[in-house]
């Protein structure tokens, strides 16, 4: 059939669908390229996150960005897309390439 068809359909739906994105838990354990570990806690409303990275806890507020979530803390950014998270002070990584060490639940990624 051709797209003429469908495509009044998709406008009065209101979204499209496209790739899955990673359904983030509240809490993800990473571990990194270097082989170190960090420990991600996210506020149930989304709006802060806690880092934790060799025993330190780092309080960060969620920021806008093209990640799928940005936090931050004056000069330190914690980014997290999918199942990956990447940390970042006064631009130094303190954590890069970082991996959850479980499989995340992913959903359809919708736009509207």
Same mark, same amino acid.
């Given at each position: 059939?051709?797209?003429?068809?469908?495509?009044?359909?998709?406008?009065?739906?209101?979204?499209?669908?496209?790739?899955?994105?990673?359904?983030?838990? @509240?809490?993800? #354990?990473?571990?990194?390229? *270097? $082989?170190?570990?960090?420990?991600? %806690? /996210?506020?149930?409303? @989304?709006?802060? #996150?806690?880092?934790?990275? *060799? $025993?330190?806890?780092?309080?960060? %507020? /969620?920021?806008?960005?093209?990640?799928?979530?940005?936090?931050?803390?004056?000069?330190?950014?914690?980014?997290?897309?999918?199942?990956?998270?990447?940390?970042?002070?006064?631009?130094?990584?303190?954590?890069?390439?970082?991996?959850?060490?479980?499989?995340?639940?992913?959903?359809?990624?919708?736009?509207?």
């Amino acid at each position: 059939m051709r797209l003429a068809t469908f495509l009044p359909a998709l406008l009065l739906c209101g979204c499209v669908t496209g790739p899955e994105l990673a359904v983030l838990p @509240g809490t993800i #354990a990473y571990r990194c390229a *270097d $082989g170190r570990e960090m420990v991600v %806690r /996210r506020a149930p409303d @989304g709006r802060e #996150a806690i880092a934790t990275v *060799d $025993g330190t806890d780092i309080r960060l %507020r /969620r920021m806008d960005s093209a990640a799928q979530e940005k936090y931050v803390d004056g000069a330190t950014a914690l980014f997290l897309e999918g199942d990956g998270a990447m940390l970042e002070s006064q631009g130094r990584m303190i954590r890069a390439y970082c991996r959850s060490t479980v499989p995340l639940p992913v959903a359809p990624r919708s736009h509207y």
